[in-house]
């Protein structure tokens, strides 16, 4: 099994009757690898299409599980998510380990393939001489082989093979190479499973990397823990090592939950021993493992002819050049920046003006009452409120997925790292905060860069402070109605700068909040910046469409469906108690007048007028109305009126439509914008009962900062639940942000009405 | 000295990693293991991180992260580091 590359481009799926291999036991083949080593790539070209994706309960991992036929045998593949080690800190990395060794009551798999990237041996074989010690058959995959050949190298991989104990199979999974031979080691690894000799000979092998002291110590410690722990438990000798050799690591914790709190005593003795050997927890792993690896590499591999990171190293001394390198980088953030905005909106408006058009079909269809509303402004705009994400989703997916590929987005979050410390976060942390200016659901999709979780959930928590394009609206009405338009200095106009002062104003003040989560809830080591920048190499356009694909998919599969049920609820709160038959029969007589062969404009204007009166008094009895009224006097010290807290309320779906609910209570109809006159007029007419303006210049400003800062968006709201896998965090979310936007309105407008 | 006062060009050889929390681990598990020769390459545009070469692969750290390093420098540009043979051999 040990040849070179073996040329084919066999489909996974070649041969077997699918249906005689679906009844048996599935083979469960478990792919693990250090992180870009082309193990998403070998998935995909491994599993074929039928993925499934969720995420393994109470964490963020993704969990990919792709169910396939080889040689007339039905698998199970599990992809596991890149790592350079088997020691996990967290629950997060505990996932591997769980899967693996079966620890979490799961059946632990049959086979386990090891990618390494072959041209990174060395480092490679520190995760690999891990996974042998599990004890399950394991296959070494080296992947890459294409690039091996290209730069000369040449790997001894029958020696490789004999060395470790392990059948080694080189593969090139990006042009579907190799992957024949992989599958038929995986078979024939199992067929020679129940070969006693090979279990033991397997044992002995991956136990003479580490100094046997550390075996010794396991001896001891799993004899202690046979006694202290229930008769079933056995546990696995490699559960053992881990929670010896990882101090403070989530197996040490593990087992002291199973057994008893005493077990640290035990650890601390075992290690104390060692060290008296000059063998120091945990130093001695990385150290034994690494001279076990140089010496195999240097026995293995032969060079000649000179590297590829040649390349890497031209490239960088200018991509990551301190001056070049960083106005490269900026120009390729707001290119993408730019792009997304440009792109995406004649996108979105494609798909707001189709729904539309479906909409208009349907009403067409069926005369003026609560069934038409429901279907066409709650259902069918529900579905719009969900497509209209598509397109910045899948272009930003786009960029995220070419930068990664080739290597760059390392390179731009190494580059950004020292600014975005400041806010306690990381380098990886801009590109996700910078395309929440757009919007915030595809940036905190995109935080799945953020490799550290700390850092990933502020970032989450953050991101929907950024002004995105949906304030836009709120900021442009309530600067142009009642901002004076003139300059400031003689030369600045003050309209302007109001709307430039509201988009930032987001981001500043995002920082203190960072800095507080940080200090707060997300306390702990500080966050690192220790990562790997891979090496350059051309993108490879399935891997990205595969990527924009998935993204798209599970937001419409995953968040869409909740959008889209909230869209209606809200809905539903705004058209109940259902309007009286009065609003529907002047419905029915405008729409009949539009029809006429020469329309009565005047009559027909008349009769509009009488229902934009009907539909705000409708809107103001129905709950959401109710609730405007309700929730006054928690907004009257903010200088605000029921009317503007119904706009707020019903903006829960997304902060736009406070512009359509103000066009609706101000009896103009809801097909008003930002620049309509009428609009601006009848806010600037609006009076309390006592005559004086419901709208002031702190007002406006009050409104303006509470969108600024609240969470009114239900898309984001449920993006931040679909990415954390919990409910907690949009709660959080929700009620930190609130609470910002009310104190801060509330500042704003006492502050206001003193000057 | 520590790893952090080495300059861009600068190569050394890792003597020890202190500490025993996270970073230190994974600093051993990419490589940095006494003897292994590293390589400081550049410092990104506001100084921190600063990208290494240790076995071949490329790898940036902040200054708090390389505190936990002490090596002993090389004379010289020692960065022919080969990335598939053992790179803690001393590099031609
Ligand atoms: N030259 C070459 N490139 C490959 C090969 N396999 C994968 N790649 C490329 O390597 C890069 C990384 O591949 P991924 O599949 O994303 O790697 P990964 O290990 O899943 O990486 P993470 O997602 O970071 O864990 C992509 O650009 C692939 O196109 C291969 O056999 N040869």
Redesign the pocket.
């Given at each position: 099994m040990a040849s070179p590359d073996s040329v084919s481009s066999g489909h996974p799926e070649v041969g077997g009757d699918p249906a005689a291999a679906g009844s048996a036991q599935p083979l469960r083949v478990a792919l693990i690898?250090?992180?870009?080593?082309?193990?998403?790539?070998?998935f995909n070209a491994l599993a074929g299409m039928r993925v499934r994706t969720g995420n393994y309960p109470g964490v963020t991992v993704e969990q990919k599980v792709g169910r396939t036929v080889w040689l007339g045998r039905s698998i199970e593949l599990i992809d596991l998510p890149?790592t350079y080690s088997l020691a996990p800190r967290s629950p997060d990395e505990m996932v591997t380990v769980n899967v693996l060794t079966g620890c979490s009551g799961e059946v632990p798999p049959d086979v386990v393939i090891c990618i390494c990237n072959a041209l990174a041996l060395e480092r490679n074989l520190f995760l690999a001489t891990q996974v042998q010690e599990i004890g399950l058959p394991t296959i070494l995959c080296l992947?890459?082989?294409?690039?091996v050949e290209r730069a000369g190298v040449s790997i001894d991989v029958a020696g490789l093979s004999q060395e470790l104990g392990l059948p080694v199979v080189t593969?090139?999974?990006?042009?579907r190479r190799g992957l024949d031979s992989l599958q038929s080691a995986v078979l024939n690894e199992v067929s020679r499973d129940s070969d006693m000799n090979r279990v033991r000979e397997r044992e002995t092998r991956s136990q003479a990397l580490l100094p046997s002291a550390v075996w010794n110590e396991v001896e001891s410690l799993s004899g202690w823990l046979a006694e202290h722990s229930a008769a079933e438990d056995v546990l696995a000798p490699f559960l053992v090592l881990r929670s010896l050799l990882d101090p403070e690591g989530s197996v040490e914790q593990l087992l002291m939950r199973r057994t008893s709190p005493e077990y640290q005593a035990q650890l601390q003795a075992s290690r104390a021993r060692l060290s008296r050997q000059g063998l120091k927890v945990p130093a001695v792993e990385a150290e034994s493992r690494y001279a076990a690896a140089s010496g195999i590499v240097s026995r293995v591999v032969r060079q000649s002819g000179k590297h590829p990171s040649r390349v890497t190293d031209r490239l960088d001394a200018v991509l990551t050049h301190r001056v070049f390198g960083f106005l490269i980088c900026i120009s390729v953030m707001l290119l993408i920046f730019s792009t997304i905005n440009w792109f995406s909106q004649p996108l979105s408006g494609f798909i707001e003006d189709t729904i539309g058009a479906v909409a208009d079909v349907v009403s067409g269809t069926m005369s003026p009452g609560p069934l038409r509303g429901l279907l066409t402004d709650g259902v069918i705009a529900g579905v719009g409120s969900v497509l209209v994400f598509l397109p910045q989703i899948a272009l930003l997916f786009l960029f995220i997925a070419l930068l990664e590929?080739?290597g760059y987005m390392a390179r731009a979050a190494f580059m950004m790292d020292r600014l975005m410390a400041t806010a306690g976060l990381s380098g990886r942390s801009f590109l996700p905060l910078m395309s929440s200016f757009a919007c915030a659901v595809p940036g905190i999709m995109a935080t799945r860069v953020i490799e550290d979780r700390r850092d990933r959930f502020v970032t989450i928590l953050i991101a929907p402070l950024m002004s995105c394009s949906a304030r836009l609206p709120v900021y442009v009405l309530m600067t142009g109605t009642f901002v004076p338009d003139r300059m400031i200095a003689g030369f600045l106009p003050l309209q302007a700068l109001v709307l430039l002062l509201m988009t930032f104003l987001g981001m500043f003040v995002s920082v203190p909040v960072a800095f507080i989560l940080r200090k707060t809830f997300f306390r702990g080591e500080p966050s690192t910046f220790l990562m790997e920048l891979p090496d350059y190499?051309w993108?490879?356009i399935s891997?990205v469409l595969h990527r924009v694909f998935a993204s798209s998919w599970s937001f419409v599969r995953q968040a869409g469906t909740l959008i889209f049920a909230t869209s209606v609820l809200i809905w539903a709160a705004g058209s109940i108690p259902s309007a009286s038959d009065e609003n529907y029969k002047l419905m029915i007589e405008i729409e009949q007048l539009e029809a006429a062969e020469s329309p009565d404009e005047a009559r027909i204007a008349e009769l509009s007028d009488r229902l934009n009166v009907r539909n705000a008094e409708q809107l103001e009895q129905s709950l959401l109305g109710r609730a405007g009224h309700w929730v006054e006097p928690v907004v009257r010290p903010l200088g605000w009126d029921w009317r503007i807290g119904v706009g707020v309320v019903a903006s829960f779906p997304a902060r736009e439509v406070v512009v359509a609910t103000f066009g609706t209570i101000f009896s103009l109809g809801t097909s008003v914008d930002e620049n309509d006159e009428g609009l601006r007029g009848a806010l600037r007419a609006a009076r309390h009962p006592d005559g004086s303006p419901v709208f002031t210049v702190p007002v406006a400003i009050s409104v303006m900062v509470f969108f600024a800062f609240c969470a009114q968006c239900v898309s984001t709201l449920v993006v931040i639940r679909r990415e954390t896998n919990s409910w907690i965090w949009p709660i959080f979310s929700f009620v930190y942000m609130t609470g910002l936007a009310w104190l801060g309105a509330f500042v704003t407008y006492q502050v206001g009405s003193l000057l | 000295m520590q790893l952090a006062e080495l300059k861009p060009g600068m190569s050394g050889v890792v003597t020890s990693v202190s500490g025993s929390g996270r970073i230190s681990s994974r600093l051993m598990e990419l490589g940095m293991v006494p003897g292994a020769i590293v390589d400081v390459l550049r410092k990104a545009p506001f100084g921190d991180p600063v990208q290494y070469r240790v076995r071949g692969a490329l790898i940036s750290m902040r200054a708090a992260e390389a505190a936990c390093v002490t090596v002993s420098a090389l004379a010289g540009v020692a960065s022919a580091t080969s990335l598939v043979a053992g790179s803690s051999l001393v590099a031609g």
């Open positions: 690898g250090n992180p870009n080593t082309g193990k998403s790539t070998l890149g992947n890459m082989w294409d690039e593969t090139s999974a990006h042009h590929d080739c190499r993108p490879s891997v | -």
